[in-house]
């Protein structure tokens, strides 16, 4: 007898697990997928190109997480997978037990049975939240890589709120292709850091196919870098997999799903922000890293900021706009920008929320602990245009922009602005030069008999 599945999920995962576990299967019948975190992304259909025609030839629903329960009973539901990434233990647990209730198993996918192997040296980035700085630590081990006269492509995790079917393979390799795949901002501020340096990123959404083109790319590839997403543990099989924890949440590295995965399999784990955090919070961090993973390579860093035009700061009230993510179900209450302005002088920092309209004032009504920050949100074009609109609206006589993008070439604003940015900078000994030195050398990856990073 068919097993009838629900995925839990919110457009990244949840199709993944799908791919690479239920697609082909025929003693499964994934009757839907469900949709969470993400705006508007039920309603859609998984289409039958991706699905498979021949089991699912009108492709799978994409409903609505909070019909759950009618839909497991309307739907004879046998199994329900939980398939997305940044959630506390309690809310996974209250998932569980409203699949259990209504009569279903509750299933959690582990790596052995949805990591996809590369042909290629495999380098993965994850992290405990979402917010930690794993953009910022894939940057800097490109950075180094390039150095030592490798080709590196990058694979991100899959943000694939548009045509699925169209998503399948994406390639960026300029600031032209994320206009020409029509990325949200969200999308913008993943791919935009990798072009500008020169290095070319794949995303979509099916990860097998994704990681043979990268394998194949035509400028070249010598090493596979997986640039993860939220906190969820890499699509890929790493050789080498390099988590990153935030002192400014401590005990969330053994709070949240799948964090404390990524955290127990990293070989390598990087101590964020440390120039920002507590002492006292810090530690708390490195006690819970040595807990449950005592072999772990334990990174100090931090995460200097650069400001194009601190002297518009000061003595100024400040609109600040951080990444949307890391303020929405990231749950952080500062970011870059934050830190930037207070640092720079601001009078005041000016509450938007007053301000907002359309789906940011959603935002803002959905994530009520946001504070006086600017998610800079976008995952379609109106909610582009209320981000614009809300900007402009507030009253206040300097903006400052800590998203990793040029949000000015997006919208247009009618007040000064201040961009913000910020890379890793590790701190003393071991450095992520000393790991990518021995990694480079087990693999054979050296050019011209050395490895060049640590010369």
Sequence with gaps: MKRNVIIIGAAGRDFHNFNTFFRGKAEFNVVAFTAAQIPDIDGRKYPAELSGAD????????????????????LNVHDCVFSYSDVPYSRVMNISALVNASGANFILLGPAETQIKSTKPLIAVGATRTGCGKSQTSRRIIEILMEAGLKVVAVRHPMPYGDLVAQKVQRFATVEDLKKHECTIEEMEEYEPHVVRGNVIYAGVDYEAILRAAENDPD?????????????????????????????????????????????????????????????????????????????????????????????????????????????????KIGAGTVAANKFGAAELVDPRPYAVGRLAETFSIYPNIGTLLPAMG????????????????????????????????????????????????IGHPNLEDVLCEFIEKHKLAKHGGCGCCQ
């Design 55 to 74: 089991l699912y030839p009108q492709g799978i629903s994409i409903l609505a997480e909070e019909n759950l329960p009618q839909l497991i009973k309307d």
């Design 220 to 332: 070249g590839c010598d090493v596979v870098l997986w640039d993860g997403g939220n906190n969820d543990f890499p699509f890929y099989k790493p050789d080498l997999l390099v988590g990153v924890a935030d002192p400014h949440r401590p005990g969330h590295e053994i709070g949240y799903y799948p964090g404390e995965v990524v955290a127990r399999m990293s070989d390598v784990i990087v101590i964020n922000k440390i120039d920002s955090a507590s002492l006292e919070n810090i530690q708390i961090v490195r006690d819970n890293i040595r807990m449950i993973n005592p072999k772990a390579i334990v990174i100090d860093g931090a995460s200097p900021l650069t400001v194009d035009k601190p002297e518009l700061i000061r003595g100024k009230r400040a609109l600040v706009i951080e990444d949307g993510p890391t303020l929405t179900h990231g749950e952080m």
């Design 379 to 426: 995952y379609g074009e109106q909610q582009v245009k209320d981000l614009e609109t809300t900007i402009n609206n507030t009253p206040c006589d300097v903006v400052v922009i800590a998203t990793p993008i040029d949000l000015n070439r997006i919208v247009k604003i009618n007040k000064p602005t201040v961009k913000v940015g910020y890379d890793l900078q590790e």
